[in-house]
């Protein structure tokens, strides 16, 4: 009886707003019906499909074939510092469209559902998950975090830990240099723009602990580089990574 009514509720409730205040999904326009649906709606959100291809069992790099997954050149040469890193899709289509929503327009709420579908795409990967101690998010530097109001790793790092059960350690892992953005930067200048960025002030959790690192977006993977190397030099035992896409 409780559950009808409170259902009851939320449906006049979702019927006030729809009157009052109207929303249409921000991805395809259609009106927000469902008493759950914020800023997109359920189909959209539906919309969005893992990648399947292969990819490269370190770097977690897609490759084009469909074939067996396999370490890629670079990989090969020289492995990055942290031991695995996976992305959920490519940075494009609707996935992108979603996490320029969550990350730039300010729509934090959709932290759920994109934590949601890292896990409906990345939940069953042991090379991530087996073993992990702690979640932590790749940090804003101080000022940029105010300028945005919120830092988008931290919130996707804190819906993962928490549908995951894991600990979530943040403020421990720092950006300490005020950086050009990545974007605005050639792949070789990347790595060059992010040295010694990034510092651990209290290893607390971190020493001796496998460590999951998360961020939204891979490019190069070198802001995942320079915090994995901070994170073992705080005496982690391991870095593992994850992003909801990979450009």
Not at 172 to 185: A, G, H, M, N, Y
Not at 196 to 206: L, N
Request: glycine share 6%; proline share 4%.
């Amino acid at each position: 009886m409780r559950f009808f009514l409170q259902t009851k509720f939320g449906t006049y409730l979702k019927l006030a707003e729809l009157i009052f205040f109207p929303s249409e999904c921000e991805l395809c326009s259609r009106l927000l019906e469902l008493p759950d649906e914020r800023i997109i709606c359920r189909t959209c959100l539906q919309g969005l499909k893992p990648r399947r291809t292969s990819f490269c069992l370190c770097c977690g790099k897609f490759f084009d074939d469909a074939g067996e997954p396999h370490f890629c050149s670079q990989c090969v040469l020289q492995k990055p510092v942290f031991s695995v890193h996976r992305s959920c899709g490519p940075y494009f289509g609707s996935l992108k469209d979603t996490i320029i929503l969550f990350k730039y327009r300010g729509f934090h709420v959709l932290d759920k559902a994109l934590a949601t579908f890292v896990l409906q795409s990345l939940g069953r990967e042991e090379s991530l998950w087996w073993g992990v101690d702690s979640i932590i998010p790749v940090p804003l530097f101080p000022e940029k975090q105010k300028k945005r109001g919120f830092n988008q790793a931290s919130e996707l790092a804190r819906e993962l830990a928490r549908q995951k059960n894991i600990d979530l350690i943040e403020n421990q892992l720092i950006k300490v240099k005020k950086t050009p953005p990545q974007t605005s930067l050639e792949a070789s200048e990347r790595r060059k723009n992010l040295k010694e960025a990034f510092a651990v002030i209290r290893d607390q959790g971190i020493k001796d602990k496998t460590i999951l690192l998360v961020d939204d977006v891979y490019t190069t993977g070198s802001t995942l580089q320079e915090c994995s190397l901070a994170l073992m030099k705080a005496g982690a035992l391991e870095v593992r990574a994850l992003t909801i896409a990979q450009a």
